[in-house]
């Protein structure tokens, strides 16, 4: 058995795995209707003011506000009504002293008109005149040119990534091509002389594959792309040739498995292998997820998860998750987070960073945290989990009542 390796923080591992990866993001411009969720590669501003025009909040008359003011329900207005205001198009109309113009929900404003009154605050008299029975304000009901966003004002930087509102927001303005971040690929390794495919029934002391699966899913969620490169055997030669290829294909590479200290420990040889610097961190002071190797191989990041399904998917969120999103130059990577109140209290070792799985119930109108646990390889702890909370480094662990933060899956 190979001495025990020097293990280092997971903030601090993920920092010295950061530092070596290149500064630059590769781009491509691609249909805004299809950026969702990608990182935007540049800074947009808005090429006109949003709106072009004034524009109606409410169906009701476009007014004068000084026409109306003073009026009452017992001493209403009294308003000659000139035309309408077309949906679509430009009103031909103009409203002059003591008139008023009809007007729909988003319709334009017709020119001398400052205000709308709606409809519900007015009564015909005939079909020519109308009541205001409540004055309005310069400006009430009314969206002015500009007030959404102003022609040449900054939209959103570098780094942002894309959600469903900023698409609309993007398309109102007539941008329909963005400049974004390409999708960072990931080749994905599972090793085990006893793993295999899901579609195959097990045979005595066999496993079918999970972690390709739940690492493929956290890429695609981070941006990336998965390369599932199949289920490799514990063999050096079969490994490294699996690894290579996988390597050539993609920006990232990933191993399953072969990451603990054995004898049978193959994934340091083979990072060490690829490239340069090749391995630069094997071990981190993590629970679950302690014998992680992180690395380098000519430019590109290579890890090796532990096998343990629970162990993979904590440390690909720690270390994969990241490295993803900074590959496509996000500035604040989405991760949603909750409080919540512990139902149990939470032993821990100090010197390392606890990662438990929590079911969120709610109790007594508040949002409380259950912890689900289990060993490592049991991966029902995560299926039946809604998020995981951190025992911090230096931490005995946490008490039954305290408040925690959940990061949600």
């Not at 993001?25 to 935007?40: F, H, K, Q, S, Y």
């Not at 000659?80 to 109309?93: K, N």
């Not at 009809?102 to 400052?114: F, L």
Request: glycine residues 10%; charged residues 20%; contains cysteine.
């Amino acid at each position: 058995m190979p001495e025990l390796f020097t293990v280092l923080p997971p903030a601090e591992a993920l920092q010295v795995l950061l530092d070596c990866l290149p500064a630059s993001v590769r781009v491509e411009r691609i249909p805004t209707a299809d950026a969702l969720d990608r990182v935007l590669a540049e800074s947009l501003v808005a090429p006109t003011s949003l709106p072009s025009f004034p524009r109606s909040t409410v169906d009701g008359y476009a007014v004068r506000a000084a026409d109306t003011f003073g009026a009452t329900e017992s001493l209403p207005a009294y308003l000659s009504v000139v035309g309408e205001a077309p949906m679509g198009r430009a009103p031909e109309v103009t409203v002059g002293p003591a008139q008023a113009a009809v007007v729909y929900t988003g319709g334009m404003i017709p020119a001398g008109a400052d205000a709308v009154v709606m409809v519900e605050r007015t009564q015909k008299l005939d079909a020519g005149s109308i009541e205001v029975l409540h004055a309005v304000a310069p400006g009430e009901n009314v969206i002015q040119i500009g007030e959404d966003v102003k022609e040449g004002e900054s939209l959103l930087q570098p780094g942002h990534v894309l959600r469903p509102q900023d698409l609309g927001g993007l398309m109102a303005l007539g941008i329909t091509q963005a400049k974004v971040a390409v999708k960072p690929r990931v080749a994905i390794v599972s090793t085990g002389d006893e793993v295999v495919p899901p579609d195959v029934t097990p045979g005595p002391g066999q496993v079918r594959d999970v972690n390709t699966y739940t690492v493929a899913g956290l890429v695609a969620r981070a941006g990336g792309v998965p390369l599932p490169q199949g289920i490799i055997p514990d063999d050096f030669d079969a490994l490294f040739s699996a690894a290579h290829q996988g390597l050539d294909a993609a920006d990232v590479l990933v191993i399953s498995a072969g990451s603990s200290v054995s004898t049978r420990d193959l994934t340091a040889d083979v990072v060490n292998r690829l490239g340069k610097p090749g391995v630069l961190v094997h071990g981190v002071s993590v629970k679950p997820g302690k014998p992680t190797i992180l690395g380098v191989c000519d430019g590109k990041p290579v890890m090796g998860l532990p096998g343990n399904p629970v162990s993979a998917m904590v440390v690909a969120g720690l270390f994969l998750t990241p490295v993803l999103w900074k590959m496509q130059g996000a500035s604040q990577p989405p991760v949603r987070r909750v409080k919540a109140q512990l139902t149990h209290n939470i032993a821990s070792v100090p010197g390392r960073e606890d990662y438990v799985q929590v079911k969120l119930i709610e109790r007594d109108g508040q949002l409380a945290a259950d912890p689900v646990f289990g060993k490592s390889n049991l991966i029902y702890t995560l299926v039946k989990a809604e998020g995981m909370l951190c025992v911090p480094l230096d931490s005995n662990g946490l008490h039954e009542g305290e408040w925690v933060e959940v990061e949600l899956f």
